[in-house]
Nanobody, 125 residues
Framework: QVQLVDFGGGLVQTGGSLRLSCAAS????????MYWFRQAPGKAREFVAG????????KYADAVKGRFTISRDNAKNLVYLQMNSLKPEDTAVYYC??????????????????WGQGTQVTVSS
């Protein structure tokens, strides 16, 4: 069993930066691939970034590639999403999620085992 708590969201101006964190409980955290998703008002939740269990592999949505960086610290049971050069279209609730399989289809979110409660990111223009 893994419980996830997202935090670090807030209000930032266009071009600014934020770092989101996801704290996980449970001894098996290091066996899970970790992902970030986001959901903007009136839109479906979408994939943002993913990292393998040991941090060796990462992937990003095209919309955030080159601006966002996902990382993890298994010793601290934490996952991070560093967001730079933020744009108004990045405004959304951001969720971390855990899956045993790094190759889980991000279009099928039922394949993710655990979810955080979400943290709001608002980018003002």
């Amino acid at each position: 069993q893994v419980q996830l708590v997202d935090f670090g969201g807030g209000l930032v101006q266009t071009g600014g930066s934020l770092r989101l964190s996801c704290a996980a409980s449970g001894r098996t955290f290091s066996s899970y691939a970790m992902y970030w998703f986001r959901q903007a008002p009136g839109k479906a939740r979408e994939f943002v970034a993913g990292v393998s269990w040991n941090g060796g592999m990462t992937k990003y949505a095209d919309a955030v590639k080159g601006r966002f960086t996902i990382s993890r610290d298994n010793a601290k049971n934490l996952v991070y999403l560093q967001m730079n050069s933020l744009k108004p279209e990045d405004t959304a609730v951001y969720y971390c999620a855990a899956t045993k399989n790094y190759y889980t289809d991000t279009n099928n979110q039922s394949g993710f085992d655990y979810w955080g409660q979400g943290t709001q990111v608002t980018v003002s223009s």
